[in-house]
């Protein structure tokens, strides 16, 4: 995390703010001690439609093996 004193934050605010857009995080500093901090605000998730979720697992097929004999079969078949 880059630091930058008070005074200099003042003088360049804007480049900071370019700069916690692309993703940096930059600690304001008075006298030496951090007092603030200037993060990227957290995106937005999307919602998840769940309506299309069910559609998309409802259309795949079940597998034929469980996991533990599949995870078996494909170790065994390494081997050799």
Excluded: N, W
């Excluded at 990227?40 to 979720?53: G, H, N, S």
């Excluded at 697992?57 to 469980?66: V, Y």
Aim: hydrophobic content about 40%.
């Amino acid at each position: 995390m880059k630091s930058v004193a008070l005074a200099e934050a003042k003088a360049q605010l804007s480049a900071l703010v370019d700069q916690v857009e692309a993703g940096h995080s930059i600690c304001i500093t008075r006298h030496g001690k951090p007092v603030a901090e200037i993060r990227p605000i957290a995106k937005v998730r999307a919602p998840i439609d769940f309506d299309a979720l069910k559609q998309m697992t409802d259309s795949m097929t079940f597998q034929e093996e469980d996991g533990g004999t599949f995870m078996r079969r494909i170790r065994d078949e390494a081997r050799y």
